[in-house]
């Protein structure tokens, strides 16, 4: 299980890498607008790696665990 975290790590990882290059490539707006392109670049990354991160803990991880009633209740 934990290699599966580790990959879309490295997968997220790698998404922030070719954000920011296409960003330097493609969209060269002088020094100043790049950096800020880029940290809105990485800072959505971050946030999304963090959303996946949160919930693929939660389900393997559940804080409540459900309760099964019996046949007859």
Excluded: R
């Excluded at 959505?44 to 409540?64: D, K, R, T």
Aim: charged residues 10%.
């Amino acid at each position: 299980m934990a290699a599966g975290f580790l990959l879309t790590s490295v997968y997220f990882l790698f998404a922030s890498l070719v954000g920011t290059l296409s960003v330097k490539l493609w969209y060269d707006k002088g020094s100043a607008a790049n950096k800020l392109h880029m940290l809105l670049v990485n800072t959505a990354v971050i946030c999304c790696y963090l959303i996946w991160a949160i919930v693929w803990m939660a389900q393997w991880h559940p804080l409540v665990v459900p309760i099964l009633k019996a046949e007859g209740e």
